[in-house]
């Protein structure tokens, strides 16, 4: 019986493991082909996530759009300042002449600032040529220039951030909203009046992140200060002349550096930086007018 019964059983595990052996070996190439593709997918450039794609600058409009304020009376600094509202008024005149749509204000508490930072935000249309004018107290906190309001009370450096106004953020934000050109000028770089209130307090004013196509001008370099003496501003009044009579606005700011280092006998030398790679006229009509 068991010799006729053995040769059977056999064949049957020659079949089953024929059966085993085949479904190892279809695994085993079935886990090679998903590592060759894994591999492959790997080799593929992928774009990082913190990174973003470059865009075109939106074209200019021709609109122009500006903020312009002046903070004279700071009850918590003591002496208000002479030059703030004078400067203010003289530059929103001249841009106004130029076309510039002027969000103006001087004299401003926090809420009041805030509403006229909002109201230029929205003025604003892709291709915009923004301009950003703030005279003033100004004071860095955590490598972060801050344009304080007039309501601004500082006893320390987390004051500085609760009271002020961080430049950069209203930056990004003119940026967000299609500005194809931003021009900023800071006459705010005063000696810091509350710098015996906090030992961490550090003069001047910090250099700002600002987005592509920015022409930025202070006062006087990052961590440096300015006089600021008399009813009039230099810078401004240089400004303003450089302005009318400059072919465009990079060469109108570099020729105002260079004529306030020389009104002031190099005691003032105003900072510039700019990452346009298009340049803006700001020209009046009139004397673009007489040099055609």
């Known amino acids: 019986?068991?010799?006729?019964?053995?040769?059977?059983?056999?064949?049957?595990?020659?079949?089953?493991?024929?059966?085993?052996?085949?479904?190892?070996?279809?695994?085993?190439?079935?886990?090679k082909q998903l590592a060759a593709l894994g591999s492959t997918d790997a080799e593929q450039p992928r774009a990082r996530p913190t990174e973003r794609t470059h865009e075109a600058a939106p074209a200019r409009s021709g609109q122009l759009v500006a903020l312009v304020i002046g903070n004279a009376a700071y009850p918590d600094a003591g002496v208000p300042l002479s030059q703030p509202v004078n400067a203010a008024r003289a530059l929103a005149d001249d841009l106004r002449q130029k076309g510039f749509d002027v969000e103006f204000g001087e004299d401003l508490a926090r809420p009041a600032m805030e509403q006229a930072i909002a109201s230029f935000k929205d003025k604003i249309k892709p291709g915009a040529t923004a301009f950003v004018f703030f005279s003033g107290f100004g004071v860095q906190a955590g490598r972060q220039t801050y344009?304080?309001?007039?309501?601004?009370?500082?006893?320390s450096e987390d004051d500085v951030?609760?009271?002020?106004?961080?430049?950069?953020?209203?930056?990004?934000?003119?940026?967000?909203?299609?500005?194809?050109?931003?021009?900023?000028v800071l006459d705010a770089s005063r000696r810091n009046p509350y710098?015996?209130?906090?030992?961490?307090?550090?003069?001047?004013?910090?250099?700002?992140?600002?987005?592509?196509?920015?022409?930025?001008?202070?006062?006087?370099?990052?961590?440096?200060?300015?006089a600021n003496d008399g009813e009039h501003s230099v810078l401004v009044s240089e400004l303003i002349a450089q302005m009318r009579a400059a072919p465009s606005a990079e060469q109108a700011f570099h020729q105002t550096r260079v004529a306030v280092s020389r009104a002031t006998g190099r005691e003032q030398i105003p900072w510039v930086s700019s990452s346009l790679t298009e340049d803006v006229s700001l020209a009046t009509k009139e004397t673009t007018a007489s040099a055609q």
């Open 1 to 31: 019986m068991w010799k006729a019964v053995v040769p059977g059983l056999i064949a049957l595990v020659t079949v089953g493991l024929s059966l085993v052996s085949g479904e190892v070996i279809r695994r085993e190439t079935e886990t």
């Open 147 to 155: 344009l304080l309001p007039t309501s601004a009370n500082v006893w």
């Open 195 to 226: 710098e015996r209130r906090f030992r961490s307090a550090a003069a001047g004013l910090a250099a700002v992140q600002a987005p592509n196509e920015t022409l930025m001008m202070y006062a006087a370099a990052p961590g440096q200060v300015a």
């Open 161 to 184: 951030k609760r009271s002020g106004i961080s430049l950069e953020p209203i930056l990004s934000a003119v940026d967000a909203r299609g500005a194809a050109t931003k021009l900023v």
